[in-house]
């Protein structure tokens, strides 16, 4: 069963910035989210700091979304792009 997401308005907004590549990359890196996210090739990895509780997959070395898991099953993509994501 693939992982339910949900995106924020935040991510929305910062996904049609993206350059088209990364676009695409974000696109197919997506499916292997919702197959696994714990997939070795996203390199998934729990935050710490202000976004404790909150986790983080690569796109690219340079591109990466945060999200988080929720109770009901859903996951929740808040951003995505280079690392001042997460400042």
Do not use: C, Q
């Amino acid at each position: 069963m693939d992982t339910e997401i949900e995106y924020s308005s935040k991510f929305e907004r910062m996904y049609k910035k993206l350059p088209i590549k990364i676009k695409e990359i974000s696109f197919e890196r997506e499916k292997f989210f919702r197959k696994n996210p714990f997939d070795p090739s996203l390199e998934t990895h729990k935050l710490s700091g202000r976004l404790g509780g909150r986790w983080a997959f690569s796109i690219t070395h340079k591109y990466r979304v945060y999200f988080s898991f929720h109770d009901n099953g859903v996951v929740r993509f808040h951003a995505i792009g280079n690392h001042d994501i997460y400042k």
